[in-house]
T-cell receptor, first 120, second 116 residues
Framework: GAVVSQHPSRVICKSGTSVKIECRSL??????MFWYRQFPKQSLMLMAT?????????EQGVEKDKFLINHASLTLSTLTVTSAHPEDSSFYIC????????????????FGPGTRLTVT | AQSVTQLDSHVSVSEGTPVLLRCNYS??????LFWYVQHPNKGLQLLLK??????LVKGINGFEAEFKKSETSFHLTKPSAHMSDAAEYFC??????????????FGTGTRLLVSP
């Protein structure tokens, strides 16, 4: 299957600094990528949908100015957590969708291994 | 609104015994349903998916799930657990969007523990 990578796998930063997380589709092009957040022992919550060449679509309650998403190419999306605070500590997971619009047919999402962010 | 409920937060089995992870869904549409597995600090891996074809879906690693519309269930089963099956399992339903695509909605997860 398709492979999605994330970098870094773990990052520790100080409160007030910014952190960038990269998500890459390694062997396919993805016009759409997704960013999820997972708190310990909880489910994945969709934060935003990232479309190549356009602005990301954020879910309700997600601060777009705090979580900056850039999808500059068909194989790379980045999530920047700006002015990080301890409550931003979480496991961030990206996912890439393979496929095109075709009468509502769902195309499979491939998930990255996640990035664990700890803000001290 | 579309949602899934995973009835058990933890399931413990012995190696070699059957596995049953329960999932009930709520959907206004004909849903697509998935089971994903997440090993510690690893990405999610798709086990199987139901997309309105056969109601009994076979997945990887010996897992299967049966879509039962009358019970609004999509339980995940495996005849014989292996130690390597110990992981977190997520049941997922899709929400159709007006773009023609769909959004994934995750259940709260079930942690499967396998003892020797």
């Amino acid at each position: 299957g398709a492979v999605v990578s994330q970098h870094p796998s773990r990052v520790i930063c100080k409160s007030g600094t910014s952190v960038k997380i990269e998500c890459r589709s390694l062997d396919f092009q993805a016009t759409t990528m997704f960013w999820y957040r997972q708190f310990p022992k909880q489910s994945l919550m969709l934060m935003a949908t990232s479309n190549e060449g356009s602005k990301a679509t954020y879910e309700q309650g997600v601060e777009k100015d705090k979580f900056l998403i850039n999808h500059a190419s068909l194989t790379l999306s980045t999530l920047t957590v700006t002015s990080a605070h301890p409550e931003d500590s979480s496991f961030y997971i990206c996912s890439a969708r393979v496929g095109v619009l075709a009468g509502g047919v769902f195309y499979e999402q491939y998930f990255g291994p996640g990035t664990r962010l700890t803000v001290t | 609104a579309q949602s899934v409920t995973q009835l058990d937060s933890h399931v413990s089995v012995s190696e070699g015994t059957p596995v049953l992870l329960r999932c009930n869904y709520s959907s206004s549409y004909s849903p697509s349903l998935f089971w994903y597995v997440q090993h510690p600090n690893k990405g999610l891996q798709l086990l199987l998916k139901y997309t309105s074809a056969a109601t009994l879906v076979k997945g990887i690693n010996g897992f299967e799930a049966e879509f039962k519309k009358s019970e609004t269930s999509f339980h995940l089963t495996k005849p014989s657990a292996h130690m390597s099956d110990a992981a977190e399992y997520f049941c997922v339903v899709t929400i159709p969007l007006n773009t023609g695509f769909q959004k994934l909605v995750f259940g709260t997860g079930t942690r499967l523990l396998v003892s020797p």
